[in-house]
């Protein structure tokens, strides 16, 4: 009995250390039955095979424990990363919002670019607008007819003195009478107004091209104003630019030098010699279209610069010179053909 009580008193200190070494689970009400049989009987195998089930339930409970403190930490560990993988899929979503927007940009820069490329690279098919006074525009004649009549202005200052057939007969072939009215009170003579007292008669002749072709528009005509005694006392003459040899230039070209109206003055037989050229400005010959509320565009209607001064012999006639040069884009401008431009000049000797 005395080995039994020793044997009891063991296996109650080793109760106790295990209840020392983990006091926060609960105790099994098996294992506290099969101590209590050991203190009034001898161990036995089923006793000695209780206390071991008993570490074991302990082992399997701390194991189960600790088990599910890691569950709960690999648990939180997921949901730590599934909030990262949210975090990171909406910046993924942003950076590719982001990028289509500047590629849809660019699309659209391309689209436009390609657009004005396609529709506005001919700036000879557009109307022309405010400062541009056609420098982009590419003149072109309308047939190569007009070269071709290889016409050349008239000596006009000899024409003065004459009567209306000596005029006739100086002007030479293909030029042709074709009227004659009796001038009054605010007629026009070439874009001029007459003088009634000192002019009595106003005569047309017009230049008709002697080749089958009769196409060209705006040929040289040549209006004589004739006083009291049939006798020319001043001279006009308009005609398209074109047919008379001129450049096909812009007006801007055409007026930066003095070439054009020296080339003018020289073949019409007016000295000039004392007249100081000066380029004019894009304001003072440039004309807007209006809408059709009257306003005015930025369309260019019409260009225009008129040059003017004394000859230089003032003893005889004429004794001053007034020379036009115009582009009239009215027609190109509802056309979009360059070869529709109107290039005109205006020559007034008095």
Not at 308 to 337: A, C, R
């Amino acid at each position: 009995m005395i080995e039994n009580d020793e044997q009891t008193s063991n296996d109650d200190d080793t109760v106790v250390a295990c209840d020392s070494s983990d006091t926060a689970l609960p105790r099994p009400k098996h294992a506290t039955s099969s101590l209590a049989y050991s203190s009034d009987e001898e161990e036995s195998p089923s006793s000695s095979v209780d206390g071991d089930s008993f570490d074991g339930v302990l082992r399997d409970l701390s194991f189960d424990y600790q088990e599910n403190q890691e569950h709960e930490l690999i648990c939180a560990d997921g949901s730590s990363d599934a909030a990262n993988g949210t975090k990171k899929s909406k910046r993924q979503k942003t950076t590719l919002l982001i990028a289509l927007f500047i590629v849809l940009v660019a699309i659209s820069g391309l689209c436009f670019g390609g657009y004005n490329l396609l529709f506005n690279s001919n700036s000879g098919n557009a109307a022309v607008t405010s400062g541009a006074d056609g420098n982009a525009l590419k003149i072109k004649d309308a047939t190569d007819e007009a070269a071709n009549l290889n016409l050349v202005l008239p000596k006009l200052t000899e024409l003065f003195g004459l009567t209306t057939d000596e005029a006739l007969a100086r002007l030479g072939s293909g030029y042709l009478l074709v009227s004659t009215t009796q001038a009054t009170a605010g007629n026009a003579s070439g874009g001029a107004v007459v003088d009634a007292n000192a002019v009595a008669q106003i005569v047309e002749i017009d230049y008709k091209a002697t080749t089958a072709k009769t196409t060209v528009s705006n040929l040289p005509k040549v209006y004589l104003s004739l006083n009291a005694s049939g006798r020319v006392v001043e001279c006009y003459l308009t005609s398209a630019l074109n047919v008379l040899g001129y450049t096909p230039v812009t007006f801007s070209a055409l007026v930066a030098t003095s070439t054009a109206l020296d080339t003018t003055l020289k073949a019409v037989g007016i000295g000039a010699s004392n007249y100081v050229y000066t380029v004019p400005t894009v304001q003072s010959y440039t004309m807007y279209a209006k809408d059709s509320s009257g306003n005015p565009t930025n369309t260019v209607a019409k260009e225009s610069a008129i040059f003017n001064g004394i000859t230089d012999n003032q003893t005889v006639s004429p004794k001053t010179w007034s020379v036009t040069l115009e582009y009239d884009y009215t027609m190109f401008n509802v056309t979009n053909d360059s070869s529709k431009l109107s290039r005109m000049i205006y020559i007034k000797l008095v």
